[in-house]
C-alpha cells in the first residue's frame, strides 16, 4: 500500500509536466492546425540556452525564465521563418518539414555538445516527505505540481475570459471570418507559436533535473508521452491533455514501478491503441468542439 501511494504521488508530478507538453502541442494544433513534431527538439534548444544561462548565473530561477523567454523565440523564429513559407491547404507539408526539422535540429545539437548528458541540479531537495510512514511527494515534485497547475490555469484564463484568447480561437477555427472582423490572423498564429514554444521549454526544463541530465534526445520521451496524450484527450481539448496527462503519468509510474521501465512504452501505446479503437477523435473531442 506504501508503495503505491509513492507511485500515484510521483505518477501525478510526471503527469503534469507530460500534459504542460501536451498542452502545447494543443495549442499549436489550435493556432495552425499542424502537429509539430519538431517540439521536442525546439525545446531541448531552449533548454540549452538556460542551462547556459543557469552555469553563468549559478541560479537554476534564471535559467526556467531563460527557458520560457527562448522557447517563446524559438517558436517565433519556426514560424516565421519556415512554418510560414510552407503551402497551406493541407497539413502534410508541414509535418514533413516538422520532422526535417527535428533533424537538423538534433543533429546540430549533438555536434555541438556532444552525446553526453549535462546535468542540471533541482532547485530543491527531491527526497520525498514522509507522511505516516509513507513516502510521498518530494519539495520538487511539490513545485512541479504548483507550477504546472498556475500554467494550466493561466492558460484556461487566456483562451476563455480574455479577448487575446478569444481571437486566437477564432483565427483558429476561421481565419477567414476572423480577418473580415479585423483580427489579424497571422499575428494570432505567430502568437501561438511563441506561446507553444514557451509552454514546452518550461515542461522541459522542469523535466531535466529528475532525468539524467540534458542532451540533444531529452524531449524525445517526453513527446512520444505528451503526443499520446494529446491523441487521447483530442488534439482541440486543453481540457483532455490535462487529464490525459495526469493518466498517463500516473500509468508510467504504476508499471515502472510493479512491472519494470521497459514495459511502460508498451502500457502507453496498448492505452493509446484502446482509445483510438472506442473514440478515434479523442475522449474530449466531442465535448470540446460543442462548448467551442
Known amino acids: 500500500m506504501d ?6 504521488a510521483t505518477g501525478l508530478a510526471r503527469g503534469l509536466v507530460v500534459a504542460l507538453f501536451a498542452l502545447s502541442l494543443v495549442i499549436i494544433w ?24 543557469t552555469g553563468l548565473t549559478g541560479s537554476f530561477w534564471l535559467g526556467l525564465v531563460a527557458a520560457v523567454v ?28 516538422a520532422i526535417g ?34 513516502p510521498v511527494l518530494s519539495p520538487y515534485d511539490l513545485f512541479v505540481l504548483l507550477v504546472a497547475l498556475a500554467v494550466v490555469g493561466g492558460l484556461a484564463l487566456l483562451f476563455n475570459a480574455t479577448t487575446l484568447g478569444l481571437q486566437m480561437r477564432a483565427s483558429a477555427t476561421a481565419p477567414e471570418v476572423s480577418r473580415l472582423l479585423g483580427v489579424r490572423v ?17 515542461a522541459v526544463m522542469l523535466l531535466v533535473p529528475t532525468e539524467l541530465g540534458l542532451n540533444a534526445h531529452s524531449g524525445d520521451m517526453l513527446f512520444v508521452h505528451a503526443f499520446t496524450v494529446a491523441v487521447l484527450g483530442g488534439l482541440d481539448s486543453p481540457v483532455g491533455a490535462l487529464v490525459g496527462g495526469v493518466v498517463v503519468g500516473v500509468l508510467v509510474s504504476l508499471v515502472t514501478g510493479y512491472l519494470g521501465a521497459g514495459l511502460a512504452p508498451l502500457a502507453v501505446l496498448a492505452l493509446l491503441t484502446l482509445v483510438l479503437l472506442v473514440r478515434p477523435g479523442g475522449i474530449f473531442a466531442v465535448k470540446e468542439a460543442r462548448t467551442a
Not at 31 to 47: I, P
Not at 113 to 134: C, E
Open 3 to 8: 508503495r503505491l501511494a509513492f507511485l500515484l
Open 101 to 134: 526539422l527535428v533533424m537538423v535540429l538534433q543533429s546540430a545539437l549533438g555536434i555541438a555538445f556532444g552525446p553526453q548528458h549535462r546535468p542540471l541540479r533541482a532547485p530543491l531537495s527531491q527526497q520525498p516527505f514522509v507522511v505516516g510512514g509513507v
Open 30 to 53: 489550435r493556432a495552425a492546425r499542424l502537429v509539430n513534431f519538431a517540439q521536442a527538439a525546439m525545446a531541448v534548444v531552449a533548454v540549452y540556452v538556460a542551462h547556459a544561462i
Open 70 to 97: 527562448a522557447g517563446a523565440v524559438v517558436g517565433l523564429v519556426v514560424e516565421r521563418g519556415l512554418v510560414r513559407l510552407v503551402p497551406g491547404g493541407t497539413p502534410l507539408p508541414g509535418m514533413i518539414v
Open 186 to 202: 497571422p499575428r494570432m498564429v505567430t502568437l501561438g507559436w511563441a506561446l507553444s514554444g514557451g509552454v514546452a521549454a518550461l
